[in-house]
């Protein structure tokens, strides 16, 4: 569970919220929300958590409704487990749970849903932010993943989504490992991994309405900067930053920069209602 820090204007709120995948069975689903205002809801990655949003998130909560969205990956099964049930389950979360649109904030594979989200349901999201999202150009590891890695691997492969590795977590990598030593966790990484791969989405993100923020790490190798450029010729409202010395992971490699970016792109939306 995210470890936010509190204040006493704004205290976290964590919760556990069930939704109903489109296998119909009820997912359960880690949610925490800090701050007011306009909302705001973060995506993680396959192997993601809230609390690696926790940086970035404690710059922006004075400014925005702040929900982090953790989604039991590597439990989904049937139909759910797959880019289209993912983006389902989070559909019917945002309908649920808000009353009106957000920006939605997703890195990597939560980046892939916030563009489905803004192709498919546009009345879901008024905006998106997106830090290495996977749907145009991804370099894979798929070929090489093991059914049951060794800590060694995943340690190599996870320090592949940071420039500097120094920012690497080890809980994470102990994490990850104990995950993917289950069979089924496993092979859940590999269906969600593929399913991603083949939803290539270059013919469908000219359909994008929504002011885009593209918030990517210069040194990138998992989703290249050439991605950036295909995402900026098909959306037509797109603002790039470019993160400097930075990876796949800009939330947690970068996030005071990450925070201003996020910020910046908040003010400019402002100033248009003016």
């Known amino acids: 569970m995210a470890t936010l820090p509190t204040n006493t204007m704004q205290a976290t709120v964590a919760k556990t919220v069930m939704v109903s995948g489109l296998g119909g069975l009820p997912v359960r689903a880690n949610v925490v929300e800090v701050g007011s205002g306009l909302p705001v809801v973060f995506l993680h990655g396959l192997v993601g958590l ?22 039991p990956l590597l439990d989904l099964e049937g139909d759910d487990c797959s880019i289209e049930g993912a983006t389902e389950l989070t559909a019917r979360f945002l309908k649920s749970y808000l009353n009106e649109p957000a920006t939605l904030v997703g890195n990597s594979f939560g980046g892939h849903v916030a563009l489905r989200l803004a192709i498919e349901r546009r ?31 995943l340690e190599e492969k996870i320090g592949e989504l940071f420039h500097d590795r120094s920012k690497m977590n080890p809980a994470d990598v102990d994490r990850a490992f104990a995950e993917l030593s289950s069979r089924g966790h496993a092979r859940a990484m590999v269906k969600l991994s593929r399913s991603a791969r083949r939803n290539h989405l270059g013919d469908a993100i000219h359909k994008i309405s929504a002011p885009t923020l593209l918030l990517w790490g210069k040194q990138d190798v998992v989703t290249p900067p050439d991605a950036v450029v295909e995402f900026t010729s098909k959306i037509r409202d797109t ?4 993160l400097e010395q930075c990876g796949h992971a800009p939330m947690i490699e970068c996030p005071e920069p990450f925070a201003a970016g996020m910020l910046e792109f908040f003010a400019e939306l402002e100033a248009r209602k003016r």
Do not use: F, M, Y
């Open 123 to 153: 009345d879901l999201v008024s905006g998106l932010i997106l830090a290495g999202a996977s749907g145009l150009n991804e370099r894979t590891t798929i070929r090489e993943v093991q059914i049951r890695p060794s800590r060694e691997w």
């Open 50 to 71: 809230n609390d690696h949003w926790d940086e970035v998130v404690h710059r922006v909560r004075h400014t925005r409704r702040c929900i982090l969205l953790q989604l």
């Open 239 to 242: 603002k790039v930053v470019w």
